[in-house]
């Protein structure tokens, strides 16, 4: 961004305490300009209309329509506004939610004023935030998952090989794509679907897809 152009910033907080302090925290930075406050997701939608910034700091939950919500409406209708959640709650939810919406991080107002501008800067440049807290629970979220996965492949007594075959054709992959993905031929991943309908018992591709989906899916 340009360095002689201040970065336009609105603030999104059901709490007004928490507005007025954020307010005050980031308008005695000489690159940072205020460029409206909102206390809920549809009054912020509202403000969009005169003032469009560079980037929102949004809370989580307020009454209405809240962060995600308010995250998934600003960024269809301003895609490239860049949009922080910035919040006390660390809900594994509300973490894979927010950042599916589009916000670009997701930090605690825990965090310290001096990290809180930097974050913005580097939001601001494309990267994604994560607060170490939150990035515990999400990697941890992750993980837990794929064990999920992992458990219900060895009911359906899929080998590893097989579970990455199933992996993708449940996100939509056809053969080809599938051989792609894997580093293997065509032939081979139909022997492999093959293996896989018969421990699940159907031929049938669709019902296939739909007895993992139900089995394997998190």
Known sequence: MDSARKIRVML????????????TLLSIRAEIEIVGTAQTGEEALERLHSAVPDIIL????????????????????????TILILTTFDDDAYIIEALCSGASGYLLKDIDGEKLVQSIDEALSGNLLLTGKVAQKLAR???????????????????????????????GYNSKEIAEQLF?????????????????????????LLLLKKHLST
């Open 12 to 23: 999104v907080d059901d709490q007004k305490i928490m507005l007025e302090g954020l307010e």
């Open 58 to 81: 949004m809370d989580i939950r307020m009454p209405g329509m809240g962060g995600v919500k308010a995250t998934e409406a600003i960024k269809e209708l301003y895609p490239h506004v």
């Open 184 to 208: 293997l031929t065509q032939g081979t991943v139909k022997n492999y679907l093959s293996d896989i309908y018969a421990k699940i018992g159907t031929n049938d591709r669709a019902k296939a």
């Open 141 to 171: 979220n992750i993980r837990n998952k794929n064990s999920e996965f992992e458990k219900a492949g060895k009911e359906l007594e899929l080998t590893p090989r097989e579970l990455d075959l199933a992996r993708l054709l449940i996100e």
